[in-house]
């Protein structure tokens, strides 16, 4: 059994799949902030994460039952987001406009070092970034899927995949810094 | 130096969205957004797989009747035809004339070709068509009391002639008799028809030319249903409304329809009709439009009630939202329904039995919804005050096209002589989509009362 799986979590789950729409409202609403905190990162707004997370918790109720016990409901969870906004956003990825952004408008000012970055400081930032390039950080350095399994998801050769990934590092470098110095 | 940081980066994203929070309300906002696709999509997918379930069973329902009253008809005509047959120059009488004859003229008994024979008696023409022998003596016995019910045939005459036919028979089977007595038969038996000369036909063909050409009288009763091109009918309605987590709720209603002749059997029916139709919800509503409207309904009705807690000393401590839960609630519509339904007249000259099946479309003079709620807690350390009900009232807020499915059955009896007839009606109405200013899905299900004016 999975560690992070409490009891209360289990039985919650286990209701979810007999169908109590109460106990499916309970779920949504104790994962609803780690869902919405994926979602978020990987959409464009506020509006579009939550509609993401919304048809992302229809899947999870609609196939709850071929959920296994053992996994961690989290990590389902937000593959299922992950998935579900990027195929949300499939066709603005494929045809994205690689336009460079230079600097980020406005980062805010608590953003000085990183370990102060909050939720909306890095949001902020995610959101200078072209989508695809956004898409494979996220993917690859929080979400800790391989490149193949990136080009996959997204129908690029491995190689672009490097590349994007690559240009989205040297951009929240270029960003940090930056900020860093303005607020020396 | 540039790996450290990227490595602080990642770490912080990860930590800062692994816990990511967002208030309560959010997440009650977003389950209430999720609540209007989630269950409801579910919903509509069995709606739809029960709605072409009906349509499937009503159409098979259609098929077999029209085969099954098809297959009556042909059986009927079946039975004229064959009594008919009887007649006519080329049935069983000249068969059985044919087959003594053939006794009597092998050449002709062995000529297998249908071409008209004459027989010694040059008035009457033999058509040897069928096989049918004499043998098949209980046919002709059983046809008697066609001949005697035919007018323009002298009673006794044919009688006569079946008699000899009948008698003959007996002697014909063991097929010891001889020739010459068999054509003493055949001779006997056209003699007995020919002899009526002057007034009377003077061959078999005539003769029965002459039974074909007269009126037939029948016993059947005379016709029911007048041929008119446009019937109407008044009637009242008796019905249950049905809706999901509404309990059942006896209406009534009442109005008009006519009906205008398409086909031989088909008809389209239409008219208008007013009915008051009432749902009553336990719980808090499911459609968050109608929860909405519950909620503002209260605010709107309870102003005072919320005011002062939230302004109060206790609110501002525990800062907490006023949370205002629904009960139940009833709604009451009063509409007007305008039917367009398909009717098939199993078999309209005789009798009023039918389906239909359409759709309706109408609209609500007047809808109150009348919503219950639940003692409300303003603030943790306030007990829960007593909400007061709040209604809501609107009328002709829209006009729903084609919402409902109409399925009905009727069978009617006459009343008086003059052709109106009442008709009882089991029919249903099946939602296809919601109705009125908040889109409530409901049915029917019940008995209409028709006064159909025929009329002579």
């Known amino acids: 059994m999975h560690p992070t799986h409490s009891s209360a979590e289990q039985e919650l789950i286990q209701h979810c799949k007999k169908g109590s729409l109460k106990h499916q409202e309970l779920l949504y609403k104790q994962f609803y902030g780690y869902a919405m905190g994926t979602g978020l990162r990987y959409s464009i707004n506020r509006d579009d994460a939550l509609e993401v997370v919304n048809d992302a918790f229809i899947k999870v109720f609609n196939t709850i039952d071929s959920f296994n016990a053992d996994r961690s409901f989290k990590a389902w969870l937000s593959k299922i987001v992950i998935n579900t906004a990027i195929d949300r956003r499939r066709k603005d990825l494929k045809y994205q406009l690689h336009t460079d952004v230079e600097y980020a408008e406005n980062m805010g000012h608590h953003a000085t070092v990183v370990e102060q970055l909050s939720a909306r400081d890095i949001l902020k930032m995610m959101e200078t970034l072209p989508a695809i390039q956004r898409t494979i950080f996220n993917l690859y350095e929080i979400d800790g899927y391989s490149h193949d399994e990136i080009g996959v998801m997204l129908n690029l050769p491995s190689s672009s995949c490097r590349v994007y990934l690559s240009r989205a590092k040297e951009r929240l470098r270029k960003l940090l810094t930056t900020e860093g110095q303005s607020h020396e | ?456």
């Open chain 2, 1 to 456: 130096m540039s790996e450290p940081l990227d490595e602080q980066l990642k770490k912080r994203i990860s930590e800062v969205f692994d816990h990511y929070e967002e208030d309560a309300s959010s997440a009650g906002d977003g389950w209430q957004q999720l609540r209007h696709k989630f269950p409801e999509q579910k919903q509509e997918k069995s709606t739809f797989a029960w709605w072409w379930r009906i349509a499937a069973a009503v159409l098979l329902l259609c098929v077999m009747s029209l085969w099954w009253i098809n297959r009556g008809t042909n059986e009927q005509q079946k039975k004229i035809a064959k009594q008919h047959k009887l007649v006519k120059p080329d049935d069983n009488i000249s068969n059985q004339i044919t087959n003594i004859t053939k006794n009597t003229q092998p050449s002709i008994a062995k000529s297998n070709n249908h071409a008209p024979v004459i027989s010694k008696n040059d008035d009457v023409k033999i058509y040897p068509k069928s096989k049918d022998s004499l043998l098949d003596y209980p046919k002709i016995a059983q046809l008697k009391p066609v001949y005697a019910q035919t007018p323009s045939l002298q009673k006794n005459d044919l009688q006569q002639s079946i008699d000899i036919m009948t008698q003959s028979d007996t002697v014909i089977l063991p097929q010891k008799e001889t020739a010459l007595a068999q054509v003493g038969r055949a001779s006997a038996l056209t003699d007995s028809i020919s002899t009526k000369k002057g007034n009377k036909p003077a061959t078999i063909e005539q003769l029965f030319a002459d039974e074909k050409n007269s009126p037939v009288v029948t016993n059947n009763k005379p016709v029911v249903t007048p041929n008119k091109r446009v019937v109407y009918s008044l009637y009242a309605a008796t019905f249950f409304n049905y809706a999901k987590g509404s309990n059942s709720q006896l209406n009534a209603g009442a109005g008009f329809t006519s009906d205008i002749k398409l086909f031989s059997n088909f008809k389209l029916s239409t008219g208008v009709s007013i009915a008051r139709n009432s749902l009553n919800y336990d719980g808090q509503p499911v459609q968050a439009n109608v929860l909405s409207a519950a909620i503002s309904a209260a605010n709107a009705g309870n102003g005072a009630v919320m005011a002062a807690p939230l302004n109060g000393p206790a609110f501002a401590a525990t800062n907490l939202p006023a949370p205002t839960t629904v009960s139940g609630y009833g709604i009451n519509l009063t509409g007007l329904d305008i039917p367009v339904n398909i009717k098939y007249e199993f078999n309209p000259q005789k009798t009023d039995t039918y389906i239909a099946a359409g759709l309706s479309s109408g609209t609500f003079i007047n809808e109150t919804f009348k919503y219950r709620y639940n003692p409300t807690s303003y603030a943790l350390n306030i007990p829960p005050q007593s909400v007061p009900d709040a209604s809501t009232s609107t009328g002709f807020s829209r006009f729903d096209f084609a919402r409902t499915l109409n399925l009905s059955i009727g069978m009617g009896y006459q009343l008086n002589n003059k052709g109106n007839r009442l008709i009882i009606e089991p029919f249903l109405k099946y939602p296809l989509g919601g109705l009125g200013s908040q889109q409530i899905q409901f049915g029917a299900g019940g008995l209409n009362l028709k006064l159909k004016f025929s009329g002579k």
